[in-house]
């Protein structure tokens, strides 16, 4: 339930991961990233599936391409695999984990918001179009945006720098172990939800830990920054 009576001096930001944490995406990203590379000829392995998630396409494809000698570019496999995710989703849509439509919606009224994600540009917007929830975050960090991405600081670090963010009163909120050690890197305090993260990483760094997006309470996140 949220709060009747918000706070007076809400979070700066919140930076929102996006598959897992906002959208119930992250096992056909995983099966999308496997008919992706079926293409070229490569068979991921249980590890490299489970690598996939919550890891960006920087780190996704080198650690493919490094073990199986891809030739296609990251861009080519990429596309690939947002074709092939594209028409798993079509078969049921995006699906919005508990809360998270209206308790962005709400955090939206009163603090500054970024997607920053592993995934493609691409599929930021499918998604986020997906669930109705475009206009609400005016700012999307996705894996073309840099260099180095999850667990490495660099991604919400850019994002705080573009919406002129203080890290120390911004919170992240995650599903998975990288995600979480990037934004605290980065500085900022970390949320992570257990809804969306199937894989069953590691969410003790984060600073608290909840069941859904309907827990981020205007109290929590208000004691988060204090």
Same mark, same amino acid.
């Given at each position: 339930m949220?709060?009747?009576?918000p706070?007076?001096?809400p979070?700066?930001?919140?930076?929102f991961?996006l598959d897992?944490?906002?959208?119930?995406s992250?096992r056909e990203?995983? #099966?999308?990233v496997? $008919?992706a590379?079926?293409?070229y +000829?490569?068979?991921? @392995?249980?590890? =490299?599936?489970?690598f996939?998630?919550g890891?960006s396409?920087? #780190?996704?494809?080198a $650690?493919i391409?490094?073990n199986? +000698?891809l030739?296609? @570019?990251?861009r =080519?496999v990429?596309d690939?695999?947002?074709?092939?995710?594209?028409?798993l989703?079509a078969k049921?849509?995006?699906?919005?984990?508990?809360g998270a439509?209206a308790t962005?919606?709400r955090?939206?009224r009163?603090?500054?918001?970024?997607v920053v994600?592993g995934?493609?540009?691409?599929?930021?917007?499918?998604a986020?179009?997906?669930i109705?929830l475009?206009?609400?975050f005016?700012?999307v960090?996705?894996?073309e945006?840099?260099?180095?991405?999850?667990?490495s600081?660099e991604?919400y670090a850019q994002?705080?720098t573009?919406?002129?963010?203080?890290?120390?009163?911004s919170?992240?909120?995650?599903?998975?172990?990288?995600?979480?050690?990037?934004?605290?890197?980065?500085?900022?305090?970390v949320?992570g939800?257990?809804?969306?993260?199937?894989?069953?990483?590691d969410?003790s760094?984060a600073?608290?830990?909840?069941?859904?997006?309907?827990?981020?309470?205007?109290?929590?996140?208000a004691?988060l920054?204090?």
């Open positions: 949220s709060s009747t009576n706070p007076a001096d979070p700066d930001a919140f930076l991961d897992g944490t906002l959208v119930d992250e990203n995983v #099966e999308s496997v $008919l590379v079926r293409r +000829g490569a068979e991921l @392995s249980a590890e =490299e599936r489970g996939v998630i890891h396409w920087n #780190e996704i494809y $650690l391409a490094g199986h +000698g030739t296609a @570019s990251m =080519e990429i690939a695999a947002v074709d092939e995710k594209q028409a989703i049921g849509g995006h699906r919005a984990l508990p439509v962005v919606r955090l939206a009163r603090s500054k918001m970024a994600s995934a493609s540009r691409r599929e930021v917007f499918d986020l179009a997906g109705g475009s206009a609400e005016p700012l960090v996705a894996a945006d840099y260099t180095h991405g999850k667990p600081p991604p994002a705080l573009r919406l002129g963010a203080d890290p120390a009163r919170i992240a909120i995650e599903d998975a172990t990288p995600g979480i050690l990037s934004a605290r890197g980065a500085g900022m305090r949320i939800v257990r809804a969306g993260n199937f894989a069953g990483y969410l760094p600073d608290v830990v909840v069941e859904t997006l309907e827990e981020v309470t205007d109290e929590l996140c004691g920054v204090a």
